[in-house]
């Protein structure tokens, strides 16, 4: 079975660079691909990017300035990197995974709450 | 960007009773592969969200027949019969026919 795992710190100040890691067990990245989304505060949720399979990017055009999603394939993990933050990027951030740019995201981790705040 | 309009925002049920919500779309989801992706998903308090149903009404694995969609186009419905506690929580609809996808603004199902 699929399983993916966020890591990354919870505190981010203003102005610096929000680094997390999605861990994937069961499931090989250079297979289907592999998605950021976001939770706001009041609910509201937000599709940011993804990489694939062959490591091409997608990004939300929101962020398209700011983010970077990358990849270790050899530890099976992918990564989301979002510079200049600030406090609306204040988040829970989930990584999931879709088997195609249409499909819909079938597997996502538990997710880590991100803060920014100074 | 496609812009998922979702109501209700809250939703009382009673155990056993059904409910319903609606997803309408600022432009039709019919892909040009003919498909439609409107998809819904469940976030139970403290968990990540499921995948309940997908293109429209197909149900994903394990997801109980209470759980129906319907819809076309631009309008769209997700349907809940015989209410269980463990079907409590948020409910949202995704579009990934128009880049980037969007979310519907969610429905929480709470306890009449």
């Known amino acids: 079975e699929v399983q993916l795992q966020e890591s990354g710190p919870g505190l981010v100040k203003p102005s610096q660079s929000l680094s997390l890691t999605c861990s994937v067990t069961?499931?090989?990245?250079?297979?289907?691909?592999w998605g950021w989304i976001r939770k706001f505060p009041g609910n509201k949720m937000e599709w940011m990017g993804y990489?694939?399979?062959?490591?091409?990017?997608s990004y939300n055009p929101s962020l398209k300035s700011r983010i970077s999603i990358t990849r270790d394939t050899s530890k099976n993990q992918f990564f989301l990197q979002l510079n200049s933050v600030t406090t609306e990027d204040t988040a829970t951030y989930y990584c999931?995974?879709?088997?195609?740019?249409?499909?819909?995201?079938?597997?996502w981790g538990q997710g880590v709450m991100v803060t920014v705040s100074s | 960007d496609v812009v998922m309009t979702q109501t209700p925002v809250s939703l009382p049920v009673s155990l056993g009773g059904q409910a319903s919500i609606s997803c309408r779309s600022s432009q039709s989801l019919v892909h040009s592969n003919g498909n439609t992706y409107l998809h819904w998903y469940l976030q139970k308090p403290g968990q990540s969200p499921q995948l309940l149903i997908y293109r429209v009404s197909n149900r994903f694995s394990g997801v109980p027949d209470r759980f129906s969609g319907s819809g076309s186009g631009t309008d769209f419905t997700l349907k809940i019969s015989r209410v269980e506690p463990e079907d409590l929580g948020d409910y949202y609809c995704l579009q990934s026919t128009h880049f980037p996808y969007t979310f519907g603004a969610g429905t929480k199902l709470e306890l009449k």
């Open positions: 069961g499931y090989s990245i250079t297979s289907n691909y």
């Open positions: 990489i694939s399979y062959s490591g091409s990017t």
């Open positions: 999931a995974r879709t088997t195609t740019v249409v499909t819909p995201f079938d597997y």
